[in-house]
């Protein structure tokens, strides 16, 4: 199986550095930018398995390029942000990032996210097309219609409405969707009003098909397929 190749973008070249170093000492291949312009440019060039992410960067800063990404590609994102405030780390997350680690930190929990990031992506389900009324969405792709009509969804509103959908009509508790859409890590975090929040943009989204999100009184929330 060939080595997993990863780009690591970040400013600070002895961090840069030192990140390459283990990084490459453990099996991967790596490649680094040092500002948010070229780090895209090889993204693009060099097609990585994960980017490793700083927040602070010259020219366009993570969240531009986290964007830029996730607007052609599901290609695994790990933050790295010297912010503590829990706003930034969130916005990371609904912007598209798979996880992300604060500063300072050490190069071993790096190396553990890296791992469990590429797990994930590597355990992947065969693409699944699923379906409930007009609602069609096809999960690998992350393409989202209504009435044969596409609808433009964020990374995460797609994410919960993938949980729904797999969870086949049963209800789902709130601390059980911010599990599954951002992993028990990082699930203990963040408020579960989160998921109201998603939910009500999503149904927003949905337009005729907003009413197979039922809210289960005490519990959280199911679709509706019949």
């Known amino acids: ?15 840069a550095k030192i990140l390459r170093y283990n990084l490459e000492k453990a099996g991967y291949q790596v490649i680094t930018a040092h500002d948010g312009d070229a780090g895209l440019d090889f993204f693009l060039e ?15 800063d993570g ?16 933050m790295l942000t010297a912010k503590k405030d829990e706003l930034d780390r969130v916005l990371g997350l609904e912007i598209g990032a798979d996880d992300y680690v604060t500063k300072p930190f050490s190069v071993r929990e ?8 590429l797990r994930r992506a590597a355990d992947k389900p065969a693409p ?51 599990e599954k859409v951002w992993g028990y890590d990082r699930s203990m975090e963040i408020d579960t009003n989160t998921v109201d929040q ?10 005729a098909e907003a009413g197979r999100i039922v809210t289960v009184k005490n519990v959280g929330y199911r679709l509706r397929k019949d």
């Open 1 to 15: 199986m060939p080595e997993a190749k990863i780009l690591v973008v970040e400013d600070e070249k002895a961090l």
């Open 46 to 60: 060099e097609k990585p398995d994960i980017v490793i992410l700083d927040i602070m960067l010259p020219g366009k």
């Open 63 to 78: 969240f531009e390029v986290c964007r830029a990404i996730r607007q052609s590609s599901r290609t695994p994102i790990l």
């Open 110 to 117: 790096v190396l553990a996210r890296v791992k469990a990031i």
């Open 128 to 178: 699944l097309l699923a379906r409930a009324g007009t609602l069609e969405v096809d999960l690998e792709r992350y393409v989202t219609k209504v009435k044969g009509k596409p609808v433009s969804l964020s990374p995460k509103e797609f994410e919960f409405l993938k949980c729904l959908l797999q969870a086949d009509g049963r209800a789902l508790s709130r601390d059980e969707l911010l």
């Open 198 to 207: 998603h939910i009500a943009r999503l149904r927003g989204k949905l337009g």
